[in-house]
T-cell receptor, first 113, second 117 residues
Framework: DQQVKQNSPSLSVQEGRISILNCDYT??????FLWYKKYPAEGPTFLIS?????DKNEDGRFTVFLNKSAKHLSLHIVPSQPGDSAVYFC????????????FGKGTKLSVKP | GAVVSQHPSWVICKSGTSVKIECRSL??????MFWYRQFPKQSLMLMAT?????????EQGVEKDKFLINHASLTLSTLTVTSAHPEDSSFYIC?????????????FGPGTRLTVL
């Protein structure tokens, strides 16, 4: 049973436009959510996080939105750049997991020039 | 800050041999380190959680006698794949947890590609 779901395996966006990556979760005990960016054959790089007490967190071009009632979060990248092309993983922790992260399967973002 | 290194970055070994992978937090002390593996086109799967000075906690289905974890200090954890077989070939990634305010953020190493012949 997948607790963190990224239903879109891939997303293609034009440079300069907005990229919206979505993530759904099932465990209402999750209280901390993170987005990681990963290039092939490299470890994930932390991008941005959000606590369940907030509904929005912004860092430069990256904004994460959390809708607790829908158990849904999204990552907005604006404007998208070709260097943003990578696999983006959504992760969640909490609910007694002692800091363990539960990852989604990832969404491959391609930003075209 | 928050740099995590792994060594080696890739290793090829014969079936039946043991392989040790090191994970170091370079600029912070990590009370907790995590070991993941990733198969092609799959998500990262947590293998075990390692706390400094205590035994690792393994996820269900992960053989603790096959994947030996040692967390000798606040900056070093090692994963030893014992008697490796071809099905152990995978991408192994470690992470180190650093507290930021009330929450912990995991910072990942670059990963180790293991190929067992």
């Amino acid at each position: 049973d997948q607790q963190v779901k990224q239903n879109s395996p891939s997303l293609s966006v034009q440079e300069g436009r907005i990229s919206i990556l979505n993530c759904d979760y099932t465990n209402s005990m999750f209280d901390y959510f993170l987005w990681y960016k990963k290039y092939p054959a490299e470890g994930p790089t932390f991008l941005i996080s959000i606590s369940s007490i907030k509904d929005k967190n912004e860092d430069g071009r990256f904004t994460v939105f959390l809708n607790k009632s829908a158990k849904h979060l999204s990552l907005h990248i604006v404007p998208s750049q070709p260097g943003d092309s990578a696999v983006y993983f959504c992760a969640a922790s909490g609910g007694g997991s002692q800091g363990n992260l539960i990852f989604g399967k990832g969404t491959k973002l391609s930003v075209k020039p | 800050g928050a740099v995590v290194s792994q060594h080696p970055s890739w290793v090829i070994c014969k079936s039946g041999t043991s392989v040790k992978i090191e994970c170091r937090s370079l600029d912070f002390q990590a009370t907790t380190m995590f070991w993941y593996r990733q198969f092609p086109k799959q998500s990262l799967m947590l293998m075990a959680t390692s706390n400094e000075g205590s035994k690792a906690t393994y996820e269900q289905g992960v053989e603790k006698d096959k994947f030996l974890i040692n967390h000798a200090s606040l900056t070093l954890s090692t994963l030893t794949v014992t008697s490796a077989h071809p099905e152990d070939s995978s991408f192994y990634i470690c992470s180190a947890s650093r507290k930021s305010g009330f929450t912990d953020t995991q910072y990942f190493g670059p990963g180790t590609r293991l190929t067992v012949l």
